[in-house]
């Protein structure tokens, strides 16, 4: 029973183990693939495994910012903006390092400028201007304050645009650079400041000469020298934003906001000049775009359900293949334990064999030598009978004479003697039932019979013995006392009381105990030196 327990224990620890290993590998899956979707900017609110996955990568020190950042993250595109800023105030609290710390705030301004907080959201700039960045980033965050002051009405606007502006220049980022003097030029223009605005923009056009024919600058332009009155040049922007848009739309990159913008100013140019104002051309790009975008729909809706099929799908494919790692694993433990479990019951069998012929041929032997000494016994009680004393006959003869007694009571004399020779497997059977233990010799043999042999052989030693030991000693050690002083040896008292030779030997050193000797002194040398 023992022996199954710890197979099912150590069957049910491999099952836990391999569980939890594929939910490691689960885990890592969902954070995996949920940074990727933060930096294409694409929503978590689909990846459900990320709650737990960010739990768990929580103590990880090089994760740990992570997991504010996409705890803030998945909170904001489940619409619960308030939890993300609070989780992101706790990464703060229990992030040391400055840039982690920064990349944190940078989120929370985020959201504060997508709640209209923009108050809020320029006090946490700030905070993160205060450490010492790379200039890249010190670009980026005096951008952003200046927007959000600009949204603001406030004027401290420009000083942050022109710093991003500078920053970014020296580092080299012309890209950049231009966004930004793009940005500036559109507050410039909603500040009523067309011509600083325009003069922006042909900056622009002079530090990245291919974006300067692009829709949005000519557009923006046009805008600028329409409120400046000057609608000849207005005209010749529009012109050529309209046909940088109409080269963009071929190219897959429309935008109907864009497009709206530049019609309105086409009409208002043609309005301007006396001619015939038309919406018929933008009303059938309307249709277009409206009837594009049911397509886009449609192929997106038919993403979506392929997507959701192929994670189906995976999970399916997952729980497979936990299924199967249960089951090998299972089987594997299975295999081993049987094949341990049949080792050790081939173990036990050869040597609960080998200890059943070793008791086998103590009896034989026992046997053997009563047999013997069949004639001396004859003799003794002829002897006995004509008065000579048992004293005078040789102890080796006393021994045999209560051997056979003995085994007499197991009944092993009288089967041999009614058994012929050829047929003496009974005899073995019988010999291997008592040392097997099959037949309990404490049934068989009476020692209220054999103490009187034993006192009439050996001087009345068991007489002595109950008399000084007889409340100290047990039944068991008394019969061992009494089997000791008649001769037998450690391995036929084993045979004879069905004891392992391992119990004899403890119960002999108790006797020793009891009786007062010396570890290793004769137990019936020491009971027959007492006097009395």
């Not at 494919?317 to 019951?345: D, F, H, I, P």
Request: net charge negative.
């Amino acid at each position: 029973m023992t022996y199954q327990k710890y197979i099912l224990l150590s069957a049910a620890l491999l099952l836990m183990a391999c569980g939890r290993l594929i939910r490691d590998e689960q885990l890592q899956d969902a954070w995996n693939r949920a940074m990727e979707h933060q930096a294409l900017g694409l929503s978590l609110a689909e990846d459900e495994l990320l709650p737990e996955a960010i739990a768990y990568y929580r103590t990880d020190t090089d994760k740990q910012a992570d997991s504010y950042l996409l705890e803030a993250s998945y909170l904001q595109w489940t619409n619960k903006e308030e939890e993300a800023v609070k989780a992101i105030d706790r990464g703060i609290e229990v992030i040391a390092d400055s840039a982690k710390r920064v990349r944190l705030l940078g989120m929370k301004a985020g959201i504060l400028e997508h709640q209209r907080e923009y108050q809020k959201a320029v006090e946490v700039l700030r905070v993160a201007l205060g450490y010492d960045l790379p200039t890249r980033e010190q670009a980026v965050l005096n951008y952003r304050l200046g927007l959000n002051l600009s949204l603001m009405g406030d004027s401290q606007s420009e000083q942050y645009y022109d710093r991003s502006i500078r920053l970014s220049t020296e580092n080299g980022d012309t890209v950049m650079a231009c966004e930004f003097l793009r940005n500036y030029a559109d507050y410039l223009a909603n500040n009523g400041q067309y011509r600083r605005s325009n003069d922006i923009y042909y900056q622009i056009a002079q530090m990245m000469p291919q974006v300067a024919e692009m829709s949005a600058i000519q557009m923006a332009m046009a805008g600028n020298y329409i409120n400046l009155h000057r609608l000849d040049s207005a005209r010749i922007c529009n012109e050529k934003a309209i046909r940088s848009e109409a080269e963009l739309e071929a190219q897959g990159y429309a935008d109907i906001a864009r497009r709206v913008a530049l019609e309105q100013e086409r009409y208002l140019l043609d309005y301007a000049s006396g001619k015939q104002v038309s919406y018929v051309d933008f009303a059938r790009y309307c249709d277009s775009i409206a009837a594009d975008m049911q397509a886009k729909e449609n192929t997106s809706t038919r993403r979506l359900e392929t997507k959701n099929r192929l994670q189906s799908a995976n999970y399916e494919l997952q729980l497979s293949k936990q299924r199967m790692g249960w089951m090998l694993s299972v089987a594997l433990l299975l295999l081993t334990g049987g094949g341990v479990g049949g080792w050790l019951y081939y173990r036990n069998r050869v040597q609960r064999l080998a200890e059943a012929e070793d008791r086998i041929d103590t009896l034989t032997r026992m046997l053997a030598e009563t047999q013997d000494a069949t004639s001396t016994e004859r003799l003794r009680v002829g002897e006995r009978s004509s008065g000579i004393t048992t004293a005078e006959q040789p102890v080796a003869d006393d021994d045999a004479f209560f051997k056979k007694i003995l085994l007499q009571q197991l009944g092993i004399i009288r089967l041999v003697a009614s058994t012929p020779t050829n047929q003496n497997q009974a005899l073995l059977k019988r010999i291997s039932g008592i040392s097997g233990g099959e037949i309990p010799t404490n049934s068989l043999l009476v020692w209220s019979d054999l103490y009187p042999v034993i006192d009439r052989l050996y001087d009345n030693f068991h007489t002595r013995l109950i008399l000084h030991y007889g409340d100290t000693l047990t039944d068991k050690e008394v019969q061992i006392c009494c089997l000791l002083c008649a001769g037998f040896s450690t391995k036929e008292i084993g045979v004879i009381t069905q004891q392992s030779d391992a119990t004899i030997y403890v119960r002999k050193t108790s006797i020793r105990k009891k009786i007062g000797a010396a570890e290793g002194q004769d137990i019936v040398a020491c009971i027959n030196s007492v006097k009395g």
